[in-house]
């Protein structure tokens, strides 16, 4: 995506709301409560997938109410055609042995699958005490790997969407709600 140089232009990508911040902070407040029911007593490590969780990570440690510590990954994924055996480049890794931990994954998007699929096999392999997968928003229409999170907030159409962390071209991470991309 080129340089957006106005506001007006800025604003014009945005085709329409799609999920409101009410609504993203209630189901938020719902999952909190989940997770804290399910996990309390537990080490939980929350592992949020950089850059495009940061705001989900932000606003759901703040809904969970038993003793939680966080860390970020960063990756990037790169695919051959239509191999869905692709490997994950990791640009920044943990650094705890998450060997002691119940470690839930939290992530803004899952689209393909192939991202997380990648990351759920290197995490398992270092054996966490358990593994899963919280993820804001999921295109299950979009799958090309046999995928399913855990626990999905909101489930979507096949659309390109943009805000409350996830990005055009790095733009609109900043929205406070979801919204359509205006292709
Ligand atoms: P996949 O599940 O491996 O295909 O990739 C998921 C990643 O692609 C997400 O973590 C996002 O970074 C990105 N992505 C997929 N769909 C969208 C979208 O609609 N808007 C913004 N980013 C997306
Ligand atoms: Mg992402």
Redesign the pocket.
């Known amino acids: 995506m080129d340089e957006i140089k106005s506001v007006e232009e800025f604003n014009r990508n945005i085709k329409r709301v799609l999920i409101t911040e009410d609504e993203i902070k209630a189901a938020i407040k719902e999952a909190g409560k989940k997770i804290s029911d399910s996990y309390d007593g537990k080490p939980i490590l929350l592992v949020s997938?950089l850059?495009?969780?940061f705001i989900f990570m932000a606003d759901l440690c703040r809904e969970i109410t038993v003793p939680c510590e966080i860390a970020f990954m960063c990756a990037k994924?790169y695919y051959k055609g239509t191999d869905s055996s692709?490997i994950v480049n990791i640009t920044m890794d943990l650094e705890q042995d998450i060997s002691g931990y119940h470690v839930i994954i939290v992530?803004?998007?899952?689209?393909?699958?192939?991202?997380?699929?990648?990351i759920v096999n290197l995490l398992k392999a270092r054996n966490p005490l358990s593994l899963k997968v919280v993820t804001l928003?999921d295109?299950p229409s979009?799958?090309?790997v046999d995928?399913e999170p855990d626990m999905s907030l909101f489930v979507?159409e096949d659309?390109?969407?943009?805000g409350y962390g996830?990005?055009?071209g790095e733009y609109y991470r900043n929205l406070p709600y979801i919204a359509e991309?205006n292709q």
Request: charged fraction near 25%; hydrophobic fraction near 40%; aromatic fraction near 10%.
């Open positions: 997938i850059n495009g969780a994924s692709g992530e803004d998007i899952i689209d393909t699958g192939r991202t997380l699929n990648d928003l295109k979009r799958r090309l995928f979507i659309h390109f969407v943009i996830l990005d055009c991309f």
